[in-house]
């Protein structure tokens, strides 16, 4: 039985795999978000003003919409599942497979503990109670620092492991700023413990990581290039992918 600490360079292969599908469907993600869902997001995070978004790279543009993707609801469903019910009948197995893996993404934020090999890291996430392999070779470079890091994210669920939705933030933990991300984690999950946590609170919470990550630049400290001018060009290069899937 596979251990947490082990990987195969078959998970390998099949996360490389992974990724490129996700890259494919990304267009499908993307198919419901409209300006009004891109204003009433930006608002909330409050990297919208003056009838723009205030984004200064492309890895800021992928937080954003990934944001928007998992945490923004119509009708109690985010945009993920939309796009599921809209096009999942038009995909066969392997694709569906993952496509439906992705759909049920959620946000975690996680304590990376160690890297694993050239490609992975072991991650805990507390409000789960429960340690992870991640797979993920740009993720397993900033696990390998001397600093301790957590990540702001959203995971998909695989057999064995999990991977980002390509889009995450790592957290310097023992800054000012990293802090502050901590300390919003702890006020929701001592709800969670006492059993107060509702849906409503959970939305909050996510909305406040996010917004604490742009307004106190930890998403400006990941390398990245500037962003595109423009929603429209940042869309489409979000839809490439994260600089930390790797």
């Known amino acids: 039985m596979k251990t947490l600490r082990e990987y195969t360079n078959e998970d390998l292969i ?4 992974i990724r490129k599908i996700l890259t494919d469907l990304y267009p499908k993600f993307f198919t419901n978000i409209d300006r009004e869902t891109i204003e009433r997001c930006g608002k909330r ?3 919208f003003r003056d009838n723009a978004l205030l ?3 492309e890895h800021e543009g992928k937080i954003f919409f990934d944001y928007i993707l998992y945490t923004y609801k119509r009708s109690g469903i985010n945009l993920m599942q939309k796009a599921f019910d809209k096009f ?3 995909y066969e197995e392997e694709v ?3 496509f439906s893996a992705a759909k049920d993404g959620y946000f975690s934020y996680l304590e990376i503990l160690q890297a694993v090999g050239d490609g992975g890291l072991i991650v805990f996430d507390r409000e789960r109670d429960t340690e992870y392999l991640m ?3 740009g993720l397993n470079n900033v696990a390998k620092r001397r600093e301790k890091h957590a990540l702001v994210t959203n995971i998909i669920k695989f057999d064995g492991y999990i991977i980002t939705t390509g889009a995450s933030t790592p957290v310097a933990v023992e800054t000012d700023e990293g802090q502050m991300i901590q300390n919003i984690f702890d006020q929701y999950y001592n709800s969670v413990k006492q059993g107060e946590a509702n849906e409503k609170m959970r939305l909050q919470y996510i909305s406040d990581m996010y917004r604490t990550c742009f307004a106190e630049d930890i998403t400006g ?3 990245s290039p500037a962003a595109p001018f423009g929603t429209a060009a940042l869309k489409t290069k979000v839809r490439g992918g994260s600089d930390y899937a790797h």
């Open 14 to 17: 099949r996360y490389d795999r």
């Open 45 to 47: 995070l409050k990297v």
């Open 55 to 57: 984004l200064n790279t």
């Open 88 to 90: 999942s009948q038009n």
């Open 96 to 98: 569906l497979d993952i």
């Open 135 to 137: 797979i993920d070779r």
């Open 221 to 223: 400290q990941v390398t």
